[in-house]
């Protein structure tokens, strides 16, 4: 089993920055595809990056490129997002999840770590 535990999260003010944090555990993930989702009140939950472990590729939305940067800790099994301008529609719910393979759905979540971004 997967566990995937998200923090950092917090009430930060317009063009401030946050690091999210996600810890994994449960198995080891040499292989796998990490990624950052959100979901904003009253919105569908999105893709916000990835990065695949074996390599390090990273994607991004375009609505967050330039101004988030995911990266990975493989000795602490933990992958981080650091958030920068923070924007007030950046408000959401911010999720980690993690799939086996790079073309499979994502298939294990955290529980969310909220983001709320005062103007």
């Known amino acids: 089993q997967v566990q995937l535990v998200e923090s950092g999260g917090g009430l930060v003010q317009a063009g401030g920055s946050l690091r999210l944090s996600c810890a994994a555990s449960g198995r080891t993930f040499s292989s796998w595809t990490m990624g950052w989702f959100r979901q904003a009140p009253g919105k569908e939950r999105e893709f916000v990056a990835a990065i695949v472990w074996s390599d390090g590729s990273t994607y991004y939305s375009d609505a967050v490129k330039g101004r988030f940067t995911i990266s990975k800790d493989n000795a602490k099994n933990t992958m981080y997002l650091q958030i920068n301008s923070l924007k007030p529609e950046d408000t959401a719910v911010y999720y980690c999840?993690?799939?086996?393979?790079?073309?499979?759905?994502?298939?294990?979540w955290g529980q969310g770590t909220q983001v709320t971004v005062s103007s």
């Open positions: 999840a993690a799939k086996a393979a790079v073309r499979t759905p994502y298939n294990y």
